[in-house]
C-alpha cells in the first residue's frame, strides 16, 4: 500500500528544511514497535506453514507486547507476497514469514522471479522442511542403493513429483544409473499422500508430511544436508554420493534497509519461539523440526544454500533464469 | 436474439481464431520431448470454440432468412447503462484503494452504487456505509486478527 | 464398550454446555456466511482457524465441523432469494429456486432447499459413521486413470445444463476450460498465458472468479433491470397461500427420489478425492433432470431441481471425511484444512484414531449428527429473517451485496488482483446472461477441465504410455463404457429435442416472458 499521508509529507519538508536528517524517518528503534505489526503469509490459511506462522506471530506478539496481524496473500509459491514485501516501508511493521524457497530456489526455476538474497533482511529463521523421498512401510528397499537395484529389475517404475525439484531429483538419479521413470506429475501434498497410500506411485518426493503416516510409509531418503529428527537412522541423499541436498526452512523476510535494531528485536521475539510449549505443541503435531537460526546465522544460510541450489538447479539444466 | 447470436458467433470464432494462431504460439511454451504439450488443452478448447461458434452463426443465419428480421437487442440500453455505473464505481472505488486507503474505497463503493442506484436519502447513505464498514473492521481486525493492506 | 455404547457416551459428551453452544456457534456462522452472497465456505474457516486455537478439541472440532456443514445449507438462501449462488456449489438450486422465489414461493423453495440439505447431509453422516472403513478401501481403489474416467462420464451430463441453446452451453463450457488452463502447467510447469503477471502464476482462482460470474453480473443484470424488478417485488405476495408456503405432499412424493439419488450422488462425490462438492450438484441436478418426465421445464421453478442440487451439496461435506478418517487422506479442501486442526487439537486422522482415541471420534460423531439436527432449526429461524430480503427494494440490496463480493474476492489471495479477476468474470458473466450463454456449464468446464486434464496426464505416465495397460483398470474401462452408453443414449433419445435447439435457438426468448425466465440457465 503506497500511502503518502500530507502529514508525513509536510514533515519530511519541514525536516529538511531545518535539517534534521532523521527527523522523518521512521520511529528510532527503541521505541519498536510502537503499534500492530502486519505479517505476510505467502501460502493460503489453513495450511502447514500458515499454522506455524500464526503460532510464531502469537509468541512474537506476546514477546513485543503489540498485536500481530496475520495476511495471508497465496500466489506463486509465496513469490507474490515477497515481491509485495519488496515494495512495503522497511520499518519493522510489515514482514513475510515463509519458506526461504522463494530466494534460494524459486529465482533458479521460475521464469518471471529473480530474488537475491541481498533483496531482503532476515530476522531468523525457526522451522525445517524434512524434504525427502517417501514410500509404501513394504517396500523392498530402504534407501536409495537399494531403490536404484530395485529400479534396475523394473523399469517402467511410477514416480510422483509435485514440484520441478522432485523432477530433478528422479531425473539426476535416473540419468547417473540409467533407470527408466515414469514421473507422475502431483498437485498438492494430500494428493501425494493418496498416490502412495493407493499404490499409484512406488515413490514420491514429499515436503514432509508423510512423516504424519508412520504406519503406511517409510522414508528411504534425507533430501536435505542434515538427517531428518523424525527418521534419524534413514541416510542423506548426500551420504549416497549425490550432492543435491537442498535445505529449506521458515524464515522471517523484512525489506531491505530495515534497521538492525529492529531486526535484532524482532530476532529476539522470534527465538522465545524455540522454547514456547504452544508453539511446540503445533510443530510437534504436524512433525516439523524447530531448528533456531538468529539475525546473521539466518543471513549466511541463505547466501549459502543460494549459491549451492543455483549450483545444482543450473547443473541439471532446469534453470529459468 | 438472432441478430445477437450472430454477432456473438462472429466474435467468439474470431476470440478462437487469434488465441490459435497468435497467443497460444507466442504466449505458451512448446514444452518438453514425451508428455502432452501444454498447448493442447487451450488449443482444443479454441478449436471446439470456433466450431461452435461457426455453427452457431450459420444456424441463426439460417433461421433469420426463415423468419424474417427481428426487432430489439438482448442487451437493453437499461442495462448497458447499470453496467457503465456499477463499472464507474468500482473504478472510483479502485482508484481510491491504490491512492488512499482501503476504507475511502469501501465507503465510495457503497455510497457510490446507493447513489448510482438511485437512492437520494441522505439518512441511509451516511448510515449503510458507516455500519457495514464497522462490521468488517470489526471482523478482520478484532476477531480475525488481520488487516486489509 | 460396544460402537453405540461409544456413541451414546459421546452423545452425552457433546450436550455438555461447554460444547453444545459452540456447535450452534459453528453451524449459524457457517450458515450465515453461506447465505451472504460473496462469502462462502473458504471465508468462514478463514474466521475460524484462529478461534478454535483456543477451544477444547471437542468443541474446537465441532464448531468446524459445524461450520462446513452450516454453509453448505446457507448458501442455498442466497441462490433463491437473490439467484446469487454463495458458492459454485449451489449454482445449479439457482436455476429453479429463484424462478420459484419471483413466483412468490420463496418460502417453499427456501424449505424445500432446507430439508434437502438437512437430509443429505444426515444420510451421508451415517453413510461416514457406518461405513468409513470398508467405503475407504474401495476408494483408495480410484486412481489417476479411474478418476479421468469418471470425469469423462461426468461431463456427459454438461449439455442437460446447457439451457435453451446447447451450442452456447458446450461453447461456454469449452471457455470454461480453456479459463482454467491459465496459469503454470502442472506437468512441464511451462506457464500459460500469464502475461507475466506473478499473480496468475497459479491460475485464475476459482473463488473470485465465481464470485464475479455468480453474484457480481447477476447484481449488474439486475441493477439494469431495477425499476421492473422492484414493481414485481410490490406485487410479490409472499405467503399469503398455504400452497405457496409449505412443502406439499404431492411435492415430497416428487422430490424424495431426487432427494436420496443427490445424497447418493453427492456421498460418492465426495468419498472420491479430488472431485468436491460442485461436480456433486451439477451430476445430481443433470442427473435429475435427464431422468424427470418434464426435462423441459427444469428452469422454471420445478422444486425437485433445488431438491437435488442441494442434497448432493450437503451429502459432499460428510462423506469428503470418510478418507480423512479411515486412511488420513484429505478428499476435499475442506477436509485438508480440517486435518490440520484435528492434529492441532490431538486427533490425528487415520484408522489408529478408531483405536487410541474411541471416546474422542464417539464425540466428533456424535456432533456430527447433532450438528445436522442444529442445521434444521438455524435454517427454520434463518430463513424467516432471510426471506425478508425479498420485499427490501434492490437499490438497497446491491450495494451491500457488492462490498461483500469484493471482500469475499479479496480475502481468497489477501490482494487486490483478486478485485480485477472478479470484475473480469462480472462483465463477461453480464453478456453471458444476457446473450443467454450459461455460465452453470462455464463453471463446470472451469472444475473439471483441469482435473481432466491433469489426470489424464498422470495417467499416460501411471499406464506407461501404452494404452493397452488400460485392461488393469477395471473401473475406468466400466465408467468408459458408461459414457460411450449415456452419449449414444442422449443422441439417440433427445434427438429431437436437441435438433429442435440447433435450428431454433431462441424459441423461449419471446419478451413476453423475459421478466421471470430472463435469469434461468444461461439467461
Redo the contacts between chains.
Sequence with gaps: MICFTRRSLLRAVLGAAVGVAGFASAAPADEFPAGPINMLVGYGAGGQTDLVARAAAKVISDQLGVPVNVVNKPGAGGAVAARDLMQAKPDGYTMLFHSNTVVNSASFIMERVDFKPDDFEYAGMITAYQVGMATQKDSPFDNITEFVAWAKENPGFSYGALSPEARLYMEEIAKKNDLDANIVPLQSGSEMINALLGKQVVLAFSGGIHYRYPDELKTISALTTFRHPSAPDVPTIEEEGYPLGMDSRTTIFLPKGTPQPILDRLGEALKAAESDANFKKVTDAADIPIMYLGVDEAYQEMEKTYAKNKEIIEGAGLAAN | ??R??VT?GIV?AIFGLV?LFA?IPV???P??EG??S?RL??AM??I??TG??V??VI??L??ERRSGPEA?S???R??????L???A??AL??VL?????PLAA?AA???G??VA???RRPF?IVL?PVA?LTA?WL?F?K??????? | MSALEYLFVGFQDVVDPGILPWLTVGVTLGYVVGALPGLGKGTGVAVSIPLTFYLEPVAALGMLIGIAKGSGAGSAVSAILLNTPGEPSSAPTALDGYPLARQGKAQKALKMGLYASVIGDFLSTLILIGLAAPLASYALMIGPVELCAILLFSLTFVGGLSGRSLTKGLIAAALGVFFATVGLEVETFVPRFTFGLLELEDGISLVPMAIGMLALAEMIVQAGDLRTLDAETANIKDGTAREDRVVLASEWRRCIPAILRGTAIGSAVGILPGLGASVGSFLSYGATQRLSRTPEKFGTGMIEGVAAAESADNAVVPSSLVPLFALGIPGSVIAAILIAAFILHGLTPGPLMFKEQPRLVADVYAAMICASLIMLIVGCTGQRVFAQVIKVPLRLIIPGVLLLCSVGAYMETGSIFSIYVMLFFGVLGFFARKLDFSFVTFLIGFVIGPKLELSFRQSIQILGHDMTNLVKHPIAVAFIFLTIAVVWWIGRGNRPAAAARHLEPDVAAAPHNTGTTRNQKGG
Design positions: 436474439m438472432r445477437a447470436n456473438s467468439l488465441m497467443v504466449h505458451i511454451a514444452g518438453p508428455v502432452m501444454p488443452v487451450p478448447m479454441m471446439v470454440v461452435l461458434a455453427l452457431l444456424t441463426n439460417r433461421a430489439g438482448p442487451v437493453s437499461s442495462a448497458l447503462i447499470a453496467l455505473k456499477i463499472g464505481v468500482f472505488a479502485i484503494y491504490l491512492w488512499l486507503s469501501g463503493l457503497i455510497i452504487a446507493l442506484l438511485g437512492e441511509v449503510m457495514l468488517l471482523l481486525y476477531l480475525l486478527g488481520t488487516a486489509i493492506v
